[in-house]
């Protein structure tokens, strides 16, 4: 209950974000993410749903790999942050582990995550030729590990 209280005073704040910086250009980048359907960073398991459904449909999930690689950074784990950063909240992330591990949900059969595997694996390798998918996964396991940290420091 205090997760999800928490999670709509998150989303809350981001909408009021939202609202005050309405009067912001539109971007390119804003454009192409609304062809999904859902804001970015998600913020809810219901939003991460509706994004799993688009990402039936091979043209979104390869426009979502392509956006995500332009996304860059200046190294994996930095590529890793700011790419999950992007397209996931704090707030959701620090609901999911990898594998599913501490009564969490696992990430890993998610299309979402295949979609992070191939994009920052693509993204390091024009950086760190050497980058395998096991340190891809580490990458985002780290990622996921440190996300109730961070939400909490935002809540703060």
């Known amino acids: 209950m205090n997760v999800k209280l928490s999670c709509m005073q998150a ?25 999904f359907g859902v804001i970015f960073p998600l913020m809810s398991t219901d939003q991460l749903d509706i994004l799993e459904q688009l990402l039936n449909d091979p043209e979104k999930y390869n426009n979502l790999v392509e956006y995500i690689k332009q996304i860059g ?6 590529i890793t942050h700011r790419a999950m950063q992007r397209i996931m909240g704090n707030c959701l992330g620090s609901m999911f582990s990898w594998l599913g591990q501490k009564g969490k949900i696992a990430l890993r059969p998610f299309k979402i995550a295949s979609v992070f595997k191939e994009s920052i694996l693509v993204s390091s390798r024009k950086i760190e030729r050497n980058t395998t998918e096991r340190d891809v996964e580490k990458a985002i396991m780290q990622w996921l590990r440190q996300a109730p940290q961070r939400y909490k420091r935002v809540m703060l």
Not at 73 to 78: P, Q, T, Y
């Open 73 to 78: 950074g200046g190294h994996l784990n930095d």
């Open 11 to 35: 989303e809350i704040s981001r909408l009021t974000y939202m609202v005050t910086n309405i009067n912001r250009a539109v971007t390119k980048e804003k454009v192409e993410l609304d062809d």
